[in-house]
């Protein structure tokens, strides 16, 4: 994921749960004539940046473009182990080589426009995807390449597919310039949904601004988007698949956590996401209201530490330090659960062993990782033992590094400032003196990107694109990747992603990724795992099917009103 969107993630989770007092003034959402028609209106808490699946990362633009556009593959989220299935294609194959993959496509399938989806469109689309992440090489300068370009990319730099060709009507050829193993999920994200290529252009971005509107073979037509506002969908009378329930569907964007939360007890919508917890047990208290639990979140929350400045001894003692039982029951007041070692648990290749020998609170233990680097020899490592003003009083880290570990703070985060002062107790019972530094997003990413040598511990955060881990990984520990604040570069690792890259066979790869996760939380100690928000919603007690799910993908087709 971008940067972008990482980063919002992380602000948005570190401030939902402390929220001023209800906001009354809730808007009207739907307008007389329409309240006739079956219509499902939702409370959201993002915005939409793009309704083009080309260009879209965003959780806002995943949302809308999910509705009306259509990728390749797709998961059932009805089921909770979230199988990946034919969608737009029928069935497939491979040849021996991994390198090309044969697709024969669903028939009866028309964009909202009329027109016929067929293998030509699948090579019109193909080729658009790849003009747009300049994997022909055909974009300008001044051209900027579609957001999620990257994810089309082998970490060398060459583009993942070589082309795609037209085999039959509704048969058709996806060539590759390597094997890459996890192509078939790579196909189910969102940026590789289907547009008509009769309404749109092949070399230019669909923009809500201009009056554009997405044309895709989805169970919603897209009507209309006002910015930080509303957006506006209805059900597509020929969509190929049992038509929708709801004809209608209204987003109506609300930047407060009250005003979301209010409007779902005022039922002025049938679903409100990203609603106070503090209102939870009101929730449930009403019989008209749904509270749904859907388990931990995808997302993988982590001290992002500085593995340049800190070694792998430091980095270990650090990660036994702090309290993760105190953050996660008096400051995330339970709504969290102890984090993944980056690869949630329902994912593929999560590994439970790593999972459970994460770190936890170990005085003791850390202490005598200290002392193993020469720091407090001598001295009782007994936490409350005979040492303990030593310890306490103790700086190790301006002593041998030059200055205190320097935590950052996001602005006008609560539960960042409770984090960081928990830290503050904790690291110091080792020894360790700390530091803070209050960094909004601008400045973070200028440090991130020109100085990541300024950074010591963050917060951080990041989520998979598609349900495999491989983009997600080779994001995080890539040592030429954007996203590898940590500065992690170790041949090992890097030579299981590439192992990783190619592997076909998806028990294999998982097993590969099991590999993965010891090295980099029970050797390495790269990273710190935190804690998973536990996925929390609330609608209308007459609102059924509808599939909420640990990888926050927000769709509307199967659900309906009792």
Same mark, same amino acid.
């Given at each position: ?23 009354? @003034? ?26 083009? =699946? ?31 299935? =034919? ?60 957001? =999620? ?27 590759? $310039?390597?094997? !890459?193993? %996890? ?89 409100? /996401? ?8 009101? !929730? ?43 953050? /996660? ?11 993944? %070692?980056? /690869? ?6 999560? @590994? ?9 609170? $170990? ?11 020469? !720091? ?43 984090? @960081? ?40 955060? !990041?989520? %998979? ?83 909420? @799910? %640990? ?12």
């Amino acid at each position: 994921m971008i940067r972008e969107k990482k980063l919002i993630i992380v602000i948005i989770a570190l401030g939902v749960l402390f929220v001023g007092s209800f906001t009354m @003034n809730i808007i009207q959402l739907l307008p007389t004539a329409e309240q006739e028609k079956e219509t499902l209106t939702i409370a959201y808490g993002g915005s939409v940046s793009t309704i083009d =699946p080309a260009d879209c990362w965003d959780y806002g633009s995943l949302m809308a473009i999910s509705q009306v556009t259509e990728c390749l593959f797709w998961y059932d989220f009805r089921d909770s182990n979230i199988p990946l299935k =034919p969608l737009l294609a029928e069935s497939f194959s491979w040849d021996v080589a991994n390198l090309n993959l044969t697709l024969y496509l669903q028939r009866g399938v028309y964009f909202h426009d009329g027109t016929v989806f067929d293998a030509n469109s699948v090579k019109w689309n193909v080729d658009r995807w790849l003009y747009l992440a300049n994997c022909t090489g055909q974009l300008t300068a001044t051209d900027i390449p579609s957001v =999620p370009s990257s994810l089309y990319y082998f970490p060398n730099g060459t583009p993942i597919i070589k082309g795609a060709y037209v085999i039959d009507d509704y048969e058709v050829k996806i060539e590759l $310039n390597a094997p !890459f193993g %996890p192509f078939i999920p790579f196909l189910s994200y969102e940026s590789n949904g289907m547009v008509s290529p009769t309404a749109h252009n092949q070399t230019e971005f669909i923009d809500y601004a201009s009056g554009d509107k997405t044309i895709g073979t989805g169970p919603f037509v897209y009507d209309s988007y006002k910015a930080n506002q509303e957006l506006r969908l209805h059900q597509w009378d020929r969509y190929w698949r049992a038509l929708s329930y709801f004809e209608v569907v209204v987003v109506s964007f609300m930047d407060e956590t009250a005003t979301r939360t209010q409007a779902m007890f005022a039922h002025d919508v049938d679903i409100a /996401i990203g609603t106070d917890p503090n209102s939870f047990e009101d !929730f449930n208290a009403d019989s008209t209201i749904e509270l749904v639990d859907a388990g931990p979140s995808f997302t993988y929350y982590f001290w992002g530490i500085n593995n340049n400045r800190y070694n792998s001894t430091w980095r270990e003692a650090i990660s036994y330090a702090y309290n993760y039982t105190y953050m /996660i029951d008096e400051i995330w007041l339970n709504s969290v659960v102890r984090g993944c %070692p980056a /690869i949630a648990e329902g994912m593929p290749g999560h @590994n439970a062993s790593v999972q459970e020998n994460l770190p936890i609170i $170990n005085i003791t233990y850390a202490r005598e990782l200290m002392q193993s680097m020469g !720091f407090g020899l001598g001295w009782d490592t007994t936490y409350q033992g005979t040492s303990e003003a030593n310890w306490t009083t103790a700086q190790f880290a301006t002593d041998s590094l030059g200055m205190p570990l320097t935590l950052h703070l996001w602005p006008n985060s609560i539960m960042n400032r409770q984090m @960081n002062d928990l830290a503050f107790v904790n690291f110091q019972l080792i020894g360790i003196d700390t530091d803070e530094e209050e960094l909004d997003y601008t400045d973070f990413m200028n440090y991130y990107v020109n100085d990541p040598d300024h950074l010591h511990l963050w917060i951080d955060a !990041f989520g %998979p694109d598609y349900n495999d881990p491989y983009s997600m990984l080779i994001a995080l520990y890539d040592p030429d990747s954007f996203y590898n604040g940590c500065q992690i570069n170790d041949t090992q690792l890097m030579d299981l992603l590439d192992e990783a890259l190619s592997e076909p066979d998806t028990e294999k790869r998982n097993d590969i990724y099991k590999q993965i996760q010891w090295l980099v939380f029970e050797v390495k100690h790269n990273q710190i795992p935190l804690y998973s928000r536990t996925l929390q919603y609330v609608h209308s007690s007459d609102i059924e099917g509808f599939p909420f @799910n %640990p990888m926050e993908r927000f769709y509307i087709w199967p659900s309906y009103r009792t």
